[in-house]
């Protein structure tokens, strides 16, 4: 048995996630999920990063955007618009099915964590799903135009501006979810997903005593990297590091990453970068192919990721 714990924020996560429990029992996979883009929207509370992940690996999602619901159209949002309604966060017609379950659910005073498990059953997942925490915590980006509300930044205006700083609401005070902690301690492997590491990990990271959780199991933490060849596969991971003055590369993430993990998971097409990682950060690094472009490769990438690690340990 080789529990996995992956720490996960939205596409490029649930990829991962999805090659992984293909190669190791579901039962032995915790996806421990970023909350900080989470939102109300029209009375509704939204997780984009939980429903990516649950989409994802019930084999429901959208291919082509890789969030929301395949089929789904958005005759609820163009009425919404008609109103005169919020309609600039697309919510598709069947996705809304489970921000009203949630909402209603919340509402009744239960945890998010315990929805997630009960919405995960139903999809019959058998791997574990939980937010990192079941407090709010909400990102805020400092840009120019002043402090703006993650999904205000991200969606409404485009990621188009230059990240200055950033701050997880909540963050001092929220407390790990129920199975956190446990499955952090208690996993063979933790995997840093290709997630982004200023906007998906570094929130989750915030979360009190899960970043020290992590350091302190260095040794049998892998990092992948979310940048190939000195981009973002998609969303602005590279803007970021350019802005907040990180080298605009995988050895930028490598940099950041360094105090968290043993492993670091480098793209072939940055093979030269490699060295100089292992010097600067002291990670070890393995190289291979990591853009998930099907499920041969997710698979791949996953068992690779689990062997380095576990090699490494
Ligand atoms: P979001 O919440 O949907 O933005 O999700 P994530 O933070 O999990 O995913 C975005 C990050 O995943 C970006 O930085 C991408 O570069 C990275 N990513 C997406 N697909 C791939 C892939 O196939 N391979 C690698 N290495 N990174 C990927
Ligand atoms: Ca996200």
């Not at 301690?185 to 590491?197: E, F, H, K, L």
């Not at 049998?220 to 990180?246: E, Y």
């Amino acid at each position: 048995m080789t529990r996995v714990a992956v720490l996960a924020g939205g596409v490029g996560a649930a990829r991962f996630l999805d090659g992984l429990v293909r190669v190791v029992p579901p039962s032995d996979v915790t996806a421990i999920v970023n909350v900080g883009d989470d939102m109300e929207w029209a009375g509704l509370h939204i997780s984009p990063d939980l429903d990516t992940i649950t989409y994802t690996l019930s084999d429901l999602v959208n291919p082509e955007t890789g969030w929301g619901l395949r089929g789904e159209s958005r005759r609820t949002l163009d009425r919404l618009s008609e109103l005169g309604g919020p309609d600039w966060f697309m919510i598709g017609d069947l996705d809304l099915a489970t921000h009203l379950y949630r909402t209603h659910r919340l509402s009744a005073g239960d945890t998010l964590s315990d929805i997630t498990r009960d919405l995960t059953a139903r999809l019959g997942l058998e791997c574990v799903i939980t937010p990192v925490t079941d407090d709010r915590l909400r990102t805020v980006v400092c840009a120019d135009a002043g402090e703006l509300a993650f999904q205000d930044y991200f969606v409404r205006r485009r990621a188009s501006d230059a990240v200055h700083s950033l701050r997880f609401d909540g963050a001092e005070s929220a407390q790990p979810a129920p199975f956190v902690r446990d499955a952090l301690a208690s996993a063979d492997a933790i995997v840093i997903a290709p997630s982004n590491p200023f906007l998906s990990i570094d929130p989750l990271l915030s979360v009190s005593g899960v970043r020290e959780l992590v350091r302190s199991s260095k040794h049998k933490v892998a990092a992948v990297s979310p940048i190939i060849g000195g981009q973002a596969v998609k969303g602005p991971a590279a803007d970021i590091l350019q802005s907040l003055g990180h080298d605009v590369s995988a050895l930028g993430v490598a940099r950041i990453y360094a105090e968290l993990a043993n492993v670091f998971i480098l793209d072939q097409e940055d093979a030269s970068l490699a060295p100089a990682i292992e010097t600067e950060t002291g990670m070890r690094v393995v190289v291979m192919p990591t853009l998930m472009i099907d499920v041969d490769a997710k698979m791949a990438l996953a068992s690779g990721t689990l062997k380095a690690v576990l090699d490494a340990a």
